[in-house]
């Protein structure tokens, strides 16, 4: 069983670490990142797209992504780069800051998925592995943006009703990446709380992350798991 992982945002934090797992087990891999580290950019089971994703253009999906779907009998798009930035009340954003977040959060998820679909055939299968967050349900001061965006990927996700689409919405908890400093670092009003996870060591390490998506990843769709 010939399957394809599309993965966003693979060179650090969770990307990263759910790019190790699949690529441990000799899985291909298409990923899309600003960056690569150096084992990445020569892994020969990776296929690299340099990208940032806040300006995708569906012509570039044509171009790079078109022609590889048809080799593959399940396509299995992983949507974990995102953003927080910027955190801070309604009124003190920039445009482009609305407009950058809005775009990678959730424009490249939608232009994604809709082109996967779009190019594949009845008998190909898709999953859709939409990395979330309770941010998605729950409102949080000073993160309209962040979680208006995880919000409209679930609903995105939770809409498509097509008998070969697996759709997973997966929150997986709090995780030591720099996700995390960045909200330590900034003046929200729930900011003592996140510190707070950091001291007692109550965030996750990536890689634990990782494992536990992709078992429920395996647990929920048809995918067979890929050996070592
Ligand atoms: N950390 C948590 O506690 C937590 C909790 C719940 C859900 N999540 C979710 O988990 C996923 C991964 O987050 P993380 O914690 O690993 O965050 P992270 O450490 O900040 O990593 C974010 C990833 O997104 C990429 N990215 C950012 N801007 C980009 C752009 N313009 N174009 C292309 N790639 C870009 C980053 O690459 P660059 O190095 O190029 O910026 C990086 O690979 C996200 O969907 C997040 O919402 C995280």
């Not at 069983?1 to 690529?23: C, P, Q, S």
């Not at 995102?82 to 954003?93: C, L």
């Not at 208006?148 to 759709?167: D, G, Q, R, W």
């Not at 990536?206 to 048809?222: D, G, M, R």
Request: hydrophobic residues 35%; aromatic residues 8%.
């Amino acid at each position: 069983m010939k399957t394809l992982f599309i993965i966003t945002g693979v060179n650090r934090g969770l990307g990263e670490a759910i790019y190790n797992e699949i690529t441990q087990l000799n899985a291909v891999v298409f990923a899309i990142s600003r960056r690569f580290n150096k084992q990445q950019a020569t892994n020969k089971n990776t296929i690299h797209w340099e990208k940032d994703l806040t300006n995708l253009q569906e012509k570039e999906l044509d171009k790079y992504l078109k022609s590889i779907y048809s080799k593959y009998e399940t396509i299995v798009y992983i949507n974990n780069a995102a953003t927080i930035n910027p955190i801070g009340e309604v009124g003190s954003f920039t445009e482009k800051d609305i407009k950058n977040i809005y775009s990678l959060n959730t424009i490249t998820p939608a232009l994604l998925s809709n082109h996967i679909v779009k190019n594949t055939k009845e008998n190909q299968k898709v999953v859709f592995l939409n990395i979330s967050s309770g941010a998605a349900k729950r409102p949080i001061a000073g993160w309209s943006l962040y979680n208006s965006t995880k919000a409209a990927n679930e609903m995105f996700y939770n809409c498509i009703n097509n008998k070969n689409i697996t759709v997973l919405n997966i929150n997986p908890g709090v995780i030591d990446t720099g996700m995390q400093d960045i909200i330590r670092n900034s003046d929200m009003p729930d900011v003592s709380n996140f510190i707070k996870l950091q001291k007692e060591n109550k965030l996750q390490d990536p890689k634990t992350a990782a494992i536990k998506i992709l078992n429920e990843l395996y647990e929920n769709s048809h995918i067979i798991r890929h050996t070592r």
